[in-house]
């Protein structure tokens, strides 16, 4: 499932404006382009940008500069090419010479749209420029000589899944964010496994020497079977609260608790003397996570609702919630 990105915008602007959605989305790609190019830098003018948001000096002796130029619009209708024209005409007034202009659109440009960027957008510029009152003399023959690019949707869906940090920032509410709980959650878990495999081996060691486990190397136990749920049981709580997310996050989501269970299977059978029925509940709480992630491949072909994916997931929490009850704490609010 793709992100409308020119929606989540919408969603996400002050009050739904659409006037703060646009300054929303030029603030997105200057923070975006600024990760790559550090000289990129965004312009406010007084009355207008004066035909430009963002500009890259590429030379600063010569004055030549690429220009970024964002337009919040739904489409390149009649009246938007016009708008368009204007910024277009307005970036070459200025003492730099714009070289390259690149327009920063929301939406997927048409086969007819792209023609007219790329091959009319010239000649209505220096149509445009000719009434112009701000344009001097040399308009007309910068135009000419510009390079014109684009950076549309997918080139900006692409950036925000590269820069997670950013899309929390700007989106907070799309299911970027639960993306980005994901990952640092991956890269978390490396570190976790390193760790994890030290103590496993400790208590491995002790339990060949000695099948039954005193109450020090016990409660040890207990406390390293009892750490890392608490992120697994929010990042699900998520999970279930967001109906856009599709079969194959949960899975996702479902595959880091199965791991995390079978991690702890070793500290659970270490524990068994101490809280008897510890190491069945993380057995079965492996098991319904297994089922989760089935449950999750089923639905994204549609042969279920996402109630009883519902349901397995709250499955998977509740058993978590009784474990830490076994364990002695108190259950996650």
């Not at 277009?88 to 003492?95: E, K, T």
């Not at 524990?271 to 492996?286: F, M, Q, Y």
Request: glycine share 6%; charged share 25%; aromatic share 6%.
């Amino acid at each position: 499932m793709g992100i409308d990105i020119y929606q989540a915008i919408l969603e996400h602007a002050p009050n739904g404006a659409y006037t703060s959605a646009g300054d929303l989305h030029e603030a997105i790609w200057i923070d975006l382009l600024r990760r790559s190019d550090p000289k990129v830098h965004n312009v406010r003018v007084t009355r207008g940008d004066g035909g430009l948001d963002g500009v890259g000096f590429q030379d600063p002796v010569t004055g030549e500069a690429r220009v970024y130029q964002a337009e919040f619009f739904p489409d390149l209708s009649d009246a938007h090419k016009k708008a368009v024209t204007e910024a277009f005409v307005r970036a070459h007034c200025h003492p730099f010479t714009c070289t390259s202009w690149v327009l920063l659109f929301p939406r997927q440009l048409s086969h007819a749209e792209l023609g007219w960027l790329m091959g009319d957008l010239k000649a209505d510029a220096i149509a445009f420029a000719a009434t112009f009152k701000g344009a001097h003399a040399q308009v007309q023959q910068r135009i000419q000589a510009c390079a014109i690019e684009y950076r549309d949707s997918s080139d900006l869906v692409d950036l925000l899944t590269s820069h997670l940090d950013l899309a929390a920032k700007h989106l907070p509410k799309s299911h970027l964010v639960l993306s980005a709980e994901l990952q640092k959650e991956r890269e978390g878990r490396a570190h976790d496994r390193a760790e994890l495999a030290r103590n496993l081996q400790v208590l491995r060691d002790e339990a060949i020497r000695s099948h039954q486990a005193d109450s020090r190397r016990a409660k040890a136990a207990l406390s390293i079977l009892n750490q890392g749920w608490a992120n697994l049981t929010g990042t699900l709580k998520l999970a279930l609260v967001d109906s856009r997310l599709t079969g194959a996050q949960i899975h996702d989501v479902a595959g880091l608790v199965e791991e995390h269970a079978t991690s702890r299977a070793i500290h659970a059978y270490s524990c068994e003397g101490l809280v008897p029925g510890i190491s069945e509940l993380v057995a079965e709480i492996n098991y319904q996570a297994r089922l989760l992630k089935q449950v999750s491949v089923i639905k994204d072909i549609g042969m279920s609702d996402a109630e009883g994916e519902a349901v397995v997931a709250q499955r998977v929490i509740d058993k978590i919630q009784e474990l830490q009850r076994l364990i002695g704490l108190d259950p996650l609010p």
